[in-house]
């Protein structure tokens, strides 16, 4: 095991390697990092859209639903969308 003051050590150069390795891909000449990001972005674009579409769809279970009958006093009920 190694003494508590060596862990702090290895813990900086860890984190600065780190930092030396993202600073290295920054700098790459074709903008890898940039790319990423955008597709990142797009991703997330593309998934809020899917979810407010299915919202829209309303795709649930159909025992989840809404029912789509009207009671009526009298009458029964009424077979009509509502």
Not at 22 to 40: G, I, K, T, V
Not at 49 to 65: M, S, T, V
């Amino acid at each position: 095991m190694e003494p508590v003051s060596d862990v702090g050590v290895n813990a900086d150069a860890s984190t600065f390697e780190f930092a030396r390795c993202f600073l290295r891909l920054a700098n790459l000449p074709n903008f890898a990092l940039d790319r990423l990001s955008r597709y990142e972005a797009t991703l997330w674009r593309q998934a809020g859209r899917i979810l407010f579409a299915l919202d829209a769809l309303d795709r649930r279970k159909p025992q989840e639903r809404r029912r789509r009958f009207h009671f009526c006093e009298g009458s029964g009920f009424r077979g009509t969308a509502g």
